[in-house]
């Protein structure tokens, strides 16, 4: 029981286990170094990444909650060529899989990142953003609508052989409609929540604790309504799903398996612990053992 198998397969990826860093919270991954090796994830994805630079928001952009953080980092990363050129290369002596999470404010952004990135060696899989408004479409969130959502899917579809993962917002009523328009684009997997919609206000100062007023709020707060949105869309679509949302420990993760995910990602618990993603991959083996369960296949939506 020892050798218990922890490997999933998403898409064309076959991950060493189900345990993911996800976007924003891990870094470039250089910053964890020195805490853990690498490699024993199950995948690595770096902070959202678009065709230009961005800024982000101003500040404060974090602020904490009982229970959570509200950020409003406001996507700001590098730009492509930036990354390519001075981030990429470090990942080249990782043996984990490098995941790239994207973004545009149209679709025609989208679908040209997919296919620059689908030349680039060294990486696995990109993991579609689609919280974020369309321009051209005057601001409406693309992850919103899944009249929206279905055609860019389609698009970027076409312009990548990578392993095509789309993130989905928790932003809105019906998490199970977007989920299958996500499919019905062509999504090989969907990865679920990303940050739900929040606020904080000082009463001293009677400002808001956040620049930009509005955030997006993550960690264990939000645990019980993205398991439940992850259960929700396990019903209605047969791809894979990566289960995000406030997993802190080995137990959280594994609820997420039972409620359908076949792997999961961790976000704000590497900012808490950053040795947090390699416990939570030794805890799901230590409960595999002790409750004989040999394959984590089993275990996926066994609930019930
Ligand atoms: C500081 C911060 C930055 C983030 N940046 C991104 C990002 O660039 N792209 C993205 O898709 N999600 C981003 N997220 C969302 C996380 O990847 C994750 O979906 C969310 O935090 C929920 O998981 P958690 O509760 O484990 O943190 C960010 C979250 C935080 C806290």
Request: aromatic share 8%.
């Given at each position: ?21 996800s ?45 959570g ?99 989905l917002?928790p ?20 990865s679920l929540v990303n940050t739900f ?19 997006g709020l993550s960690g264990p707060a939000i645990k019980p309504i993205a398991l439940r949105m992850v ?11 990566i289960g995000i949302g406030g997993i802190m420990?080995?137990?959280d993760a594994?609820e997420f398996?039972?409620a359908?995910a076949?792997?999961i990602q961790m976000g704000t618990a ?35």
């Amino acid at each position: 029981m020892k050798n218990c198998d922890l490997t999933v397969k998403i898409g064309k990826m076959v991950l060493k286990n189900p345990v993911i860093v996800s976007s924003g919270t891990f870094g470039f991954g250089e910053e964890f170094e020195d805490f853990f090796d690498l490699n024993q994830l199950g995948a690595i994805i770096p902070k959202g990444i678009s065709l230009k630079p961005m800024a982000g928001n101003p500040p404060p952009r974090i602020f904490e909650t009982e229970g959570g953080l509200i950020n409003s980092i406001g996507l700001q990363n590098p730009g492509f060529q930036e990354f390519i050129k001075n981030k990429l290369p470090y990942y080249r002596h990782l043996k984990t899989h490098l995941i790239i999470n994207f973004f545009g404010n149209t679709q025609k952004e989208y679908v040209e990142l997919a296919r620059r990135f689908d030349r680039i060696p060294g990486i696995s899989g990109l993991e579609m953003n689609i919280s974020c408004p369309n321009i051209k479409k005057g601001g409406i969130v693309f992850g919103v609508d899944p009249q929206m959502a279905f055609p860019l899917v389609r698009a970027v579809r076409k312009a990548t052989r990578l392993t095509l993962i789309v993130k989905l917002s928790p932003n809105v009523t019906d998490i199970a409609l977007m989920a299958k328009s996500a499919e019905e684009g062509g999504a090989d997997a969907l990865s679920l929540v990303n940050t739900f919609r929040a606020m904080a206000i000082n009463i001293h100062s009677k400002k808001p604790e956040l620049g930009n007023i509005i955030g997006g709020l993550s960690g264990p707060a939000i645990k019980p309504i993205a398991l439940r949105m992850v259960w929700e869309v396990h019903q209605a679509v047969k791809v894979p799903i990566i289960g995000i949302g406030g997993i802190m420990k080995a137990e959280d993760a594994i609820e997420f398996i039972l409620a359908g995910a076949s792997a999961i990602q961790m976000g704000t618990a590497n900012l808490i612990n950053p040795r947090a993603g390699i416990e939570v991959i030794q805890g799901i083996r230590k409960y595999f053992i002790q409750n004989k369960i040999d394959r984590i296949q089993k275990l996926i939506g066994a609930f019930g």
